[in-house]
T-cell receptor
C-alpha cells in the first residue's frame, strides 16, 4: 500500500537559514504529492502540490520538486522566517496518506 | 474565498456518550472526507463520501462511526459510544471533481474532541 516517510523532527533553525525537509514515498502509479502546513492551534492548509514527474510546486517561498526516479518530494525554502514555525506534513494522493509531520521552529 | 467550516471547535463528552461533529463543505464540492489527528501524531484518514455513500474507509472507521449528509450543506460524523481513545482533533475536508484529474482537498479548522 501507499506510504510516506518524512524526515524526523523537530527541526530548529535560525531566521534566514536554509530549510530542507525530506519526504519519500512508496506508491503504485504516479500519485499526486502534497505538502500541508499546520500552524499552532490551526487546521491543515495546503502549502503546495505537484501532480506529475518533474513538476515543481511553489508557494510562499517554499518549493518542492516531484522526483520520480528517487520517489521523493523534498520541501525547501531559501530563507526561513519566525512565522514559518509550524508542523509540515507530506501527503500522497487525493485521499491522502500523510507522513508523520515535521515540527519546524525558527528562532530569531 | 470559500472555506470549509466545522462546529463545534471543541467538544467535551463523557465516555460512552454519542457525539456528532458537523462540517459545512465548500458548496460546489462533491467529495467529502473525515480525518483525525491524535495529539502529537500524524493525520489519519477515516472515510470518504461521494454521491451520498461511503466510497472508502479505513480500519479506524468501525461500526461506532457513521457519516451522513442530512441536507444539501452539512456533512456529519457520528461516534455512537465514545471511548477515551477517540480523543483527537477531527478534520473535515472537501474537494471538487476535476473529472479524474488530481485535485486538492480543502480542510476545515478541526473539532477538538475530548472524551473524559
Amino acid at each position: 500500500g501507499d506510504s510516506v516517510t518524512q524526515m524526523e523532527g523537530p527541526v530548529t533553525l535560525s531566521e534566514e537559514a536554509f530549510l530542507t525537509i525530506n519526504c519519500t514515498y512508496t506508491a503504485t502509479g504516479y500519485p499526486s504529492l502534497f505538502w500541508y502546513v499546520q500552524y499552532p492551534g490551526e487546521g491543515l492548509q495546503l502549502l503546495l502540490k505537484a501532480t506529475k514527474a518533474d513538476d515543481k510546486g511553489s508557494n510562499k517561498g517554499f518549493e518542492a520538486t516531484y522526483r520520480k526516479e528517487t520517489t521523493s518530494f523534498h520541501l525547501e525554502k531559501g530563507s526561513v522566517q519566525v512565522s514559518d514555525s509550524a508542523v509540515y506534513f507530506c501527503a500522497l494522493r487525493c485521499v491522502s496518506t500523510f507522513g508523520d509531520g515535521t515540527t519546524l521552529t525558527v528562532k530569531p | 474565498e470559500p472555506e470549509v467550516t466545522q462546529t463545534p471547535s471543541h467538544q467535551v463528552t463523557q465516555m460512552g456518550q454519542e457525539v456528532i461533529l458537523r462540517c459545512v463543505p465548500i458548496s460546489n464540492h462533491l467529495y467529502f472526507y473525515w480525518y483525525r489527528q491524535i495529539l502529537g501524531q500524524k493525520v489519519e484518514f477515516l472515510v470518504s463520501f461521494y454521491n451520498n455513500e461511503i466510497s472508502e474507509k479505513s480500519e479506524i472507521f468501525d461500526d461506532q462511526f457513521s457519516v451522513e449528509r442530512p441536507d444539501g450543506s452539512n456533512f456529519t460524523l457520528k461516534i455512537r459510544s465514545t471511548k477515551l481513545e477517540d480523543s483527537a482533533m477531527y478534520f473535515c475536508a472537501s474537494r471538487y471533481d476535476m473529472g479524474g484529474m488530481p485535485d486538492t482537498q480543502y480542510f476545515g479548522p478541526g473539532t477538538r474532541l475530548t472524551v473524559l
